[in-house]
C-alpha cells in the first residue's frame, strides 16, 4: 500500500499518529514537502519541492527492529548504485557519496504495552536545492547527473527493491550492508558521543553494523550504538 500527500509535517511522525488506521503489514507514505522533516535528534532536515520524502510502517513487527532500517538503508543505497557505484552506506543511518550526504534515514519504534510497529523514514536529496551552509556537506542528484529526475518514478523502484529485499534473511541483509558500508574493519575514526558528549579517536575492531565497536588510543575497547562519525584515515 502507499499513501502520497502533498504536504505532512513529518512522514515518521503522521505514522506515528496513525499507524493503527491500517492493516497491511507494509506501507509506504511519500509527502511532496515535509514541513517538520527531522533526522537524528529532532536535528531539523531541510524537506521542500524536489526531495523524496517518505516512510514505511511496519506493522506487528516479527523481525529485530533495527533488521527494517538496514533492510531499507541498503534497498536505497543499491538503487542508487545502479547510477554510480560511489554511494556508501555511513553508520548508523546515512547514504554518502565521494564524501557528501545524499540521504538521512531514521527509524523509530511504536508501542503499546509492545511493539507494535517500527517507522523508517527517509530523505533522498534528489532535484531539490541544498542549503548553501551545506553544499560541502550534502549534495543532490541533480547536481551530480546534472540532470532532473522524476522524483515519482524513483521513488517507485524504491519502493520495488525494498518489496524485493523484505522477504531476504537478517544475514543476507548484515552481508550486503557490509560490502555497502563506508566505515570498515581497521579504519582510523573520530565519533562524537552523543551520551558521554566528546570527540573519540579509535580504530574500528569489526565493520559496523548495529553498532561501532573501536580500540580507543589507550588500547580500551568500547562499543557505541550511536553517534556522528568522521572518517580519518583508511
Not at 507514505?29 to 517538520?36: C, E, N, V, W
Not at 537478517?170 to 555497502?180: F, Y
Request: hydrophobic fraction near 35%; glycine fraction near 6%.
Amino acid at each position: 500500500m502507499i499513501i502520497y500527500k502533498h504536504e505532512t509535517d513529518s512522514t515518521n511522525e503522521f505514522f506515528k499518529r496513525n499507524w493503527n488506521n491500517y492493516t497491511d503489514k507494509m506501507i509506504f507514505l511519500k509527502s511532496d514537502i515535509q514541513t517538520r522533516g527531522k533526522g537524528r535528534l529532532k536535528r531539523n532536515w531541510s524537506s521542500g519541492y524536489g526531495g523524496i520524502w517518505f516512510s514505511v510502517l511496519f506493522r506487528k513487527p516479527d523481525m529485530n527492529p533495527y533488521y527494517y532500517q538496514k533492510l531499507v538503508s541498503v534497498s536505497i543505497c543499491s538503487f542508487l548504485n545502479e547510477f554510480s557505484e560511489n554511494f556508501n552506506i555511513k553508520w548508523p543511518n546515512d547514504i554518502y557519496t565521494q564524501g557528501r550526504k545524499i540521504c538521512g534515514i531514521l527509524s523509530e519504534n511504536i508501542y503499546s504495552g509492545k511493539l507494535e510497529a517500527t517507522v523508517v523514514g527517509a530523505g533522498i536529496n534528489v532535484n531539490n536545492e541544498i542549503p548553501e551552509e551545506l553544499n560541502e556537506k550534502a549534495v543532490s542528484l541533480k547536481s551530480m547527473l546534472k540532470a532532473e529526475l522524476s522524483e515519482n518514478l524513483l521513488f517507485e523502484e524504491i519502493v520495488k527493491s525494498i518489496e524485493k529485499n523484505v522477504s531476504r534473511s537478517e544475514a543476507e541483509i548484515d552481508s550486503e550492508w557490509e560490502e555497502l558500508s563506508l566505515i570498515r574493519e581497521g579504519n582510523i575514526v573520530e565519533l562524537m558521543s552523543e551520551i558521554q558528549n566528546r570527540k573519540i579517536v579509535g580504530k574500528v575492531m569489526v565493520t559496523p553494523i548495529e553498532s561501532l565497536i573501536l580500540e580507543l588510543e589507550n588500547g580500551e575497547i568500547s562499543e557505541f550504538r550511536a553517534g556522528d562519525v568522521r572518517l580519518l584515515k583508511f
